[in-house]
C-alpha cells in the first residue's frame, strides 16, 4: 500500500505538469485508458498525454488533487478532486471564467510499478453544471 501511495503522489506530479519524462516512467506503452465518451482505449503515454491536454484546453490551470486511495494487489482505486478556470472552449462550451471543483473516481492497474489500465470516471454532470453547460436544477 505504501508504495501504491508514493506511486500515485508521482503520478499527480505527472498529471498536473504533464511532465513527457514522467509520462514514460509511470506509464506502461501498451496501457490502457477508457475515456468517458471514447470508443476504443487510449494507449500508452502519449494516450495519457492526449487526455492531459485535452482537458488543460478547456482548463489551462487544471489540478488533481489526491484525496484517497484503496489498494489491493495490482489494483487501486483513487478519488480525486480536480480544480480549474474554464479559459477554453471544453465539449463544445466556450470560454466562462468559471471556477470548477469537481470528483473523479479511477481505477488503475500497475504492474512493475507502470500504469497497465485505468478507467477514469470524472463526475461529467458537475463539470458541465459548473461551466453552465447544463441546468443545475
Known sequence: ????????????????????????QLINPTAKFYVPGQVEPLIGPTGYLATIWMMREGFPDIQW?????????????????????????????????????VQATNFYRLIDNQITE???QPDLLALLQQIGAVPTN
Request: proline residues 3%; hydrophobic residues 35%; charged residues 20%.
Open 118 to 120: 485505468e478507467y477514469g
Open 1 to 24: 500500500m505504501t508504495n501504491h501511495k508514493n506511486f500515485f503522489k508521482q503520478f499527480v506530479e505527472f498529471i498536473n505538469t504533464a511532465d513527457e519524462n514522467l509520462a514514460q
Open 65 to 101: 488533487h489526491l484525496e484517497e486511495i484503496i489498494s489491493e494487489n495490482d489494483k487501486s482505486a483513487i478519488r480525486f478532486t480536480m480544480t480549474g478556470t474554464h479559459k477554453g472552449t471544453f465539449f463544445g462550451v466556450p470560454p466562462t471564467g468559471n471556477s470548477i471543483k
